[in-house]
């Protein structure tokens, strides 16, 4: 039985959530949730592929290391806001199935299938490495299934990725979980959000809450290929290259994060009046003498942005809006993205729209719409020093 209690964000600012990124690899997505100001924590067994983010150590083989994991989520609960998984899906990849030309192989084996539609846990007769590396992924993907009930208890929401075609999805480990829990599927080509690469990709979620990130290749531009190239005389496969979520991908589950947290409870206060009119003044006081710690985060006195203005473009064209941000004055930025679905855009929803990049032949009832806010770069005031109560009062009568 899923939980009632979470999701309860009243009063509660973004920057007191939680994104929980499992199996983070590069860890993009928690750098992407922190530069929005929200907590982000990583946890993967290995930091050498990070994009730069803060990734705590955790073996989810072990069993010490995974009940602390669930520990933290316990813990965390009534701010967690998602939990994103993501199992490595190297022992279940269809591309083992596809041969590679003996001339790349440089005298090694040609990679086989380690798991079968028939035998997806683990085809019969491995050995060796092979054996290994299988059932030390079916201990990980057996932590994922624990991890996956123990949130869906909690009532939190969870995203568990893998690509579409991957044995992953029918492994018993994993139909334990989607056989008792409703399940709510996303599928989107990862060119569509921003990557190299038609990948296919499949999110698991136990909520229907991220179907506007459900986007296909709408066909109108180039992808990388998906030939194995030598590198350094080694053998690299593209499939590797594409593990690292689209940073647009990153922004996009972002701006879905936080219209949910919003809707929850959560607050965003544009200036330093709002956030004072809900927070403990001690705070300000150590604010006035430049005493609050780093991790503190402090609204302007006005709001930082000046004029905003919504566009509605096409969301496999994002370079569009890099050209929009040229014609604008210096300083300006996206402030977020957000997917709508063409059945539920309306004109009043975007200040301009635009439809050049659009395909002719394309069903629009089918195409999300990108709705992204811009802003032109105001100006800061700097607070005078006084005491706490002087400097709420005079911050009341400049907002």
Known sequence: MTGETAYQFSGLELQDLLVLEVCAGTARLTKTVRARGIRGLAVDKSKSRTCGTDIMILD???????????????????????VFISPPCGTASKARERPIKSSLLFGR??????????????????SGLDKFKTEMANQLYDAVRKIVLHCNELGLWVLVENP???????????????????????????????????????????????????????????????RPRVVNNKLTFPTAEEAAYPWLFCERVVNIVEQVALSFGGVVFSTLKEQMDATQISNFQRYIFDALPRSAKLRPTVPEYGNFFTLGLNPQNPSFADHVLKRLPKGAKILSRQLVRWDNFRDEMVDKREVDSWPNQMQQNMLPWARLKFAKLGYLLTPMTLSAVRFKQAIQKIC
């Open 60 to 82: 989810l083989t072990l069993e010490h290391d995974l009940n602390l994991l669930l520990q933290i989520i316990s813990a965390e609960a009534g701010r967690i806001i998602l």
């Open 164 to 226: 579409r075609n991957s044995l992953y999805w029918e492994t018993t480990f994993t139909q334990q979980y989607i056989q008792c829990i409703e399940t709510f599927w996303i599928d989107f080509h990862n060119c569509a959000h921003g990557g190299l690469r038609d990948k296919l990709t499949r999110l698991w979620s136990n909520k229907d809450w991220g179907q506007s990130l459900q986007l296909l290749c709408d066909g109108q531009h180039s992808h990388a290929s998906w």
């Open 109 to 126: 084996k040609q990679p086989e299938p380690l798991r079968s539609s028939t035998r997806p846990d683990q085809k019969d007769g491995l």
